[in-house]
C-alpha cells in the first residue's frame, strides 16, 4: 500500500486548507484512516481518525477540522478551518489494515 498527501501549504491564521491522501491497493474500505501531524521539537500526533462508521478527533482541532473519506476513490480528506499558528506542522496520513502504512507528510504553515 502507497499513500500520497498533497494540499498543504502557508496559508494566514483564521484560513483554512484541504489535505488530501490517496490510497493505492484493495483494503481502503476496510481500513481505518487517519491523519497525524507533527510539529519541530514535538512527537507526532494523532489528529483525526476514521473507521467503519465512526470518527475520532484530537480535542484540539474539534469543531475546526473534519476527515471525511471517499472509499470509491481510495481517499481520505481533512478539512482545517479556522487554522492557528500551533496547526503548524507536518501532517501524515496513515493507513491501518492489519499492517500500519504512512504518506510521505505534507507541510502546513499557518502564519499570525
Known amino acids: 500500500v502507497q499513500l500520497q498527501a498533497s494540499g498543504g501549504g502557508l496559508v494566514q491564521a483564521g484560513g483554512s486548507l484541504r489535505l488530501s491522501c490517496s490510497a493505492s491497493?484493495?483494503?481502503?474500505?476496510?481500513?481505518?484512516v487517519g491523519w497525524y501531524r507533527q510539529a519541530p521539537g514535538k512527537q507526532r500526533e494523532l489528529v483525526a481518525n476514521?473507521?467503519?462508521?465512526?470518527?475520532n478527533y484530537a480535542d484540539s482541532v474539534k469543531g475546526r477540522f473534519t476527515i471525511s473519506r471517499d472509499n470509491a476513490k481510495n481517499t481520505v480528506y481533512l478539512q482545517m478551518n479556522s487554522l492557528r499558528p500551533e496547526d503548524t506542522a507536518v501532517y501524515y496520513c496513515?493507513?491501518?489494515?492489519?499492517?500500519?502504512?504512512w504518506g510521505q507528510g505534507t507541510q502546513v504553515t499557518v502564519s499570525s
Open positions: 476514521s473507521g467503519g462508521g465512526w470518527t
Open positions: 491497493g484493495n483494503i481502503f474500505s476496510g481500513s481505518t
Open positions: 496513515n493507513l491501518k489494515y492489519w499492517s500500519e502504512y
